[in-house]
Nanobody
């Protein structure tokens, strides 16, 4: 059974940093595209960053230059390194897996497996 579990969220001041982790089980990361998404209160879920099996990465414009997505296949873990955090980054952050290893878009549709989310709050 495929599972993805996020961790690493928390409360940080504006300008701070966090590293989110997503540990996968029941799948081989190299067979999937992986992505981070977020949903703020009262807003729709949106794509943040994706990485495919080739290591290609894509980012939402709002996080380019501040966030970095990476993965460690041996540890079955996906990461999101977040720097220069802003209050508008406050949201529940979700990890997702997509059985399309070459996929590299932040569009939210078509992802096969989702985690339960980890909360990120950035204070001003």
């Amino acid at each position: 059974q495929v599972q993805v579990v996020e961790s690493g969220g928390g409360l940080v001041p504006a300008g701070g940093s966090l590293r989110l982790s997503c540990t996968a089980s029941g799948l081989t990361l190299s067979d999937y595209a992986m992505g981070w998404f977020r949903q703020a209160p009262g807003k729709e879920r949106e794509g943040v960053a994706t990485i495919n099996s080739n290591g290609d990465k894509n980012y939402a414009d709002s996080v380019k230059g501040r966030f970095t997505i990476s993965q460690d296949n041996a540890k079955m873990t996906l990461y999101l390194h977040m720097n220069s955090l802003k209050p508008e980054d406050t949201a529940m952050y979700y990890c997702a897996a997509r059985l399309s290893p070459d996929y590299c878009y932040t569009w939210i549709g078509g992802w096969n497996y989702w985690g339960q989310g980890t909360q990120v709050a950035v204070s001003s």
